[in-house]
């Protein structure tokens, strides 16, 4: 079936350096993705998004990264701080006769200070 | 106000217990999800209300029972659940259902069945 994936379920920085989490999808039709943060005892956080029809979006510190023609998704986080420490969701928002958000694996990552 | 409040927080039920989550959000989104989040997994969408309609339903069982009493309210009724269905139960609302729209998520119901 068609899923939203990640390639790393844990990943493991210094503090100051940066992280990339990568993402893999397979449902060619999707136009808008999301990336989430999920603390612990919280619900998930919106991030920052990009639709279709570009390639990179970039916000406070964050940077998303699409590309369509191998399906893959990346969100790097610039000088990552302790408090980025939780689980990262990809997720995928398709129009099935109604619009869904379906959400990948999850990748957690920690900071080390 | 830019939250989604979720009650209760906590909530142990058995198995022959009615039981309601509530969700409340004041942003004046119009769409209004309910997901199942199971520990290390992902959110699971169970189902979506466009301006106070359900526009989708993920096959959920029905011993899960939506209602969408208003734009600001959404609820879910629980009857005769199984213990695998213990889990946090998130609420969330965007401004509408289409492209384009990021998620408010609450903060969740844990829900233990015993």
């Known amino acids: 079936g068609e899923s939203v994936g990640l390639h790393l379920p844990t990943l493991s920085v210094q503090e100051g350096d940066n992280s990339i989490i990568n993402c893999a999808y397979s449902?060619?039709?999707?136009?808008?993705f999301i990336w989430y943060k999920q603390e612990s005892g919280k619900g998930p956080q919106f991030i920052i998004d990009?639709?279709?029809?570009?390639d990179k979006r970039q916000g406070q510190r964050v940077t998303v990264l699409l590309n369509k023609t191998v399906k893959h998704l990346s969100l790097q986080i610039a000088a990552t701080q302790p408090g980025d420490s939780a689980v990262y969701f990809c997720?995928?928002?398709?129009?099935?006769?109604?619009?869904?958000?379906?959400f990948g694996a999850g990748t957690r990552l920690f900071v080390k200070a | 106000d830019t939250e989604v409040t979720q009650t209760p927080k906590h909530l142990v039920m058995g198995m022959t217990n009615k039981k309601s989550l509530k969700c409340e959000q004041h942003?004046?989104?119009?769409?209004m999800y309910w997901y199942k989040q199971k520990a290390k997994k992902p959110p699971e969408l169970m189902f979506v209300?466009?301006?106070?309609?359900?526009?989708i339903n993920e096959s959920v069982p029905s011993r899960f029972s939506p209602e969408c009493p208003n734009s600001s309210l959404l609820n879910l009724h629980l009857h005769a659940l199984q213990p695998e269905d213990s889990a946090l139960y998130l609420c969330?609302?965007?401004?509408?259902?289409?492209?384009?729209?990021?998620?408010?998520f609450g903060s969740g119901t844990r829900l233990t069945v015993v």
């Open positions: 969330a609302s965007s401004q509408q259902g289409a492209l384009g729209y990021g998620y408010t």
């Open positions: 449902n060619s039709a999707s136009d808008y």
């Open positions: 990009i639709r279709s029809n570009m």
């Open positions: 997720a995928e928002t398709r129009n099935t006769g109604g619009f869904k958000t379906i």
């Open positions: 942003m004046g989104h119009r769409a």
């Open positions: 209300y466009s301006y106070e309609k359900l526009s």
